[in-house]
């Protein structure tokens, strides 16, 4: 849809209809048919216009599939929007990479009690004395209800109203560029959620066969590619978002050649040389498959970036003894010294959880390790457990400092989850606010059969469609002046700015990453050029092998002894020894 002075091109593809209407201004106007399924009309539509369309001789009308305003939620018209109207302030913003990044996942719903993007911004300033480079947001598109995760989107061209529409997402990114904070967005092209999808009424955007969430999108149709890969340059371009992440790109059921993702990454490489910035795409994939970052001449997707959950899994086994579920292949520190070299637990190896030979090996000496994103804790770890708790809820004070240590001293992306820096008590939970009985019904019972295939307690079940479980989830920006919650916040502070002083910190190279350990004793030394990343997981204290020098950062006791140096039971230090 593009205006001209108080005149718009409305295009909408419709290949099912026989018949399409425009109605505007209290009329409904004969759009033109194309031999390509593609219906046209000129119209004085204004900004701020509203409208629907009408298909064959209903009188239903239904929302614009490429709307890019739905004020009135995703089952009411459309309002023409005019992207040039925004004055943007970012002109100089030469983008960032992932290189260096500190990624910092946040939900706006839940971010601030007023759960909008402006209110978000009155918190940017906070994350900028934190250290943290990059913000990423969950998915924003327009989706039915108040409040949601953001992943059951239908309006994926459109803005969520209550969070502030189109304009607050721009001055959201306009205001993080102005502060040096690059804004990743979260985008969903696997399925569509349940209520308000009208895109079948249009034409065949979803074909047989059923991924987790939902129908299959239909991506062997090229209008379809091109209604995903359109929507994907829009959130660059226009609202100048830095990067995408892809979710659950491993349920993109595509037989195409290319595949989607490989079309994806070539248009978004072409739109990134056109604006002179870097413009990263990372995928979230359960395969450990290193194709994902294999460029597209090479064979791959040529995506940049992949989220890897084979880190967390190993962090928060190690540190909480957790077993079920998918953690059963990890929780020894001979598991964490393979993914910390290798970024994934299984390369083709037997998972256990899988009850398969899963994934395929990394080349560690021309893959770089910031190319994985890791974590201690996201939406999914925490938010998918049964009452949504946190960390510091699962394993002890020490040990969740030990955590924090080798993260930010990892050779992959580190990314932290809203509120984890100064471990907030605010549960997690999922949440949903679907105005349909039955859908709420559904949502309910499907998690408990979920969690229960995968060995979950289900004792503790939080009904997501309880506004409870909503509210519960809000951040208490209070904690973080308060003991315990303040001194965790001053360690990912002196952490993140230690990594970003110290190359050595960041090192990518995977074929220079070494894990030494003893599994019985429970402690591990990862060599990091000058430094050495001492922990004692152990509840007793220990005497580590490691070169005496100077203590750069401690989490508890660490003093120097003939015999090396002395660690605190579950506690964590830096030593800098040459």
């Keep these: 849809m593009a205006g001209w002075r108080d005149v718009t091109s409305f295009e909408l593809w419709a290949p099912y209809a026989r018949r399409v209407r425009l109605q505007i201004a209290g009329e409904a106007l004969d759009l033109n048919a194309g031999p390509d399924g593609w219906w046209r009309a000129e119209a004085e539509a204004p900004p701020g216009t509203e409208y629907a369309y009408l298909l064959d001789d209903s009188d239903s009308p239904l929302p614009d599939p490429r709307s890019r305003w739905q004020p009135f939620g995703v089952h009411g018209p459309s309002r023409v929007y005019d992207d040039a109207a925004f004055a943007w302030t970012d002109q100089d913003w030469p983008g960032r990479g992932l290189a260096d990044a500190v990624i910092y996942e946040l939900h706006i719903g839940t971010f601030t009690p007023e759960a909008t993007f402006d209110s978000a911004i009155s918190r940017l300033d906070h994350l900028v004395d934190l250290g943290v480079t990059h913000v990423e947001l969950l998915p924003v598109n327009a989706f039915n209800g108040m409040w949601n995760w953001g992943y059951d989107g239908v309006g994926w061209y459109a803005v969520h109203e209550p969070y502030g529409g189109p304009d607050g997402l721009k001055r959201l990114v306009d205001a993080g560029h102005a502060r040096g904070l690059a804004v990743v967005l979260d985008v969903v092209y696997n399925h569509l959620g349940p209520s308000g999808n009208y895109l079948p009424k249009f034409g065949p955007y979803l074909k047989s066969g059923r991924n987790t969430w939902g129908e299959l999108v239909n991506l062997e149709a090229a209008e379809v590619r091109r209604f995903v890969i359109d929507n994907a340059l829009m959130w660059l371009r226009d609202y100048h978002v830095d990067a995408l992440r892809l979710d659950a790109v491993h349920a993109l059921v595509d037989s195409s050649e290319p595949h989607l993702l490989a079309e994806l990454s070539t248009s978004v490489s072409a739109l990134a040389d056109q604006l002179g910035r870097p413009l990263p795409l990372i995928a979230e994939s359960d395969l450990n498959d290193p194709a994902m970052i294999t460029p597209v001449a090479s064979g791959g997707y040529g995506l940049d970036a992949q989220w890897d959950d084979d880190v967390h899994h190993a962090l928060h086994a190690l540190l909480t003894g957790e077993r079920q579920g998918y953690y059963c292949d990890f929780g020894s520190l001979a598991v964490f010294a393979k993914v910390w070299t290798s970024a994934f637990r299984h390369d083709g190896t037997y998972s256990a959880f899988r009850e398969q030979v899963h994934g395929r090996p ?184 490691v070169p005496t020098g100077e203590i750069v950062l401690a989490t508890g006791r660490a003093e120097p002894a003939p015999s090396g140096l002395v660690l605190g039971a579950e506690s964590a230090a830096i030593v800098r020894v040459t």
């Design 362 to 545: 990394v080349d560690r000496e021309h893959t770089p390790g910031y190319r994985f994103v890791a974590f201690l804790q996201n939406h999914d770890q925490v938010g998918n457990r049964a009452a949504g708790e946190r960390l510091d809820r699962l394993t002890s004070p020490g040990l969740l400092r030990v955590g924090a240590v080798l993260l930010l001293t990892s050779p992959f992306t580190p990314m932290l989850w809203m509120g984890e820096e100064w471990a907030a008590s605010t549960p997690w939970p999922f949440f949903t606010s679907h105005p349909e009985p039955e859908l709420a019904a559904i949502t309910g019972s499907g998690r408990i059969q979920e969690f229960e295939r995968y060995g979950w307690d289900v004792a503790g079940m939080v009904d997501p469609q309880d506004p409870e479980a909503y509210r519960s989830a809000g951040l208490n920006w209070a904690e973080i002046d308060s003991p315990g919650h303040h001194d965790l916040l001053e360690l990912y502070r002196r952490l993140i700015a230690l990594r970003a002083a110290e190359p050595d910190l960041r090192d990518p190279r995977l074929d220079h990453v070494r894990v030494d350990y003893d599994e019985d004793a429970r402690w591990l030394v990862i060599p990091r050029g000058a430094f050495r990343i001492v922990a004692n997981l152990a509840d007793a204290p220990r005497t580590l092998d």
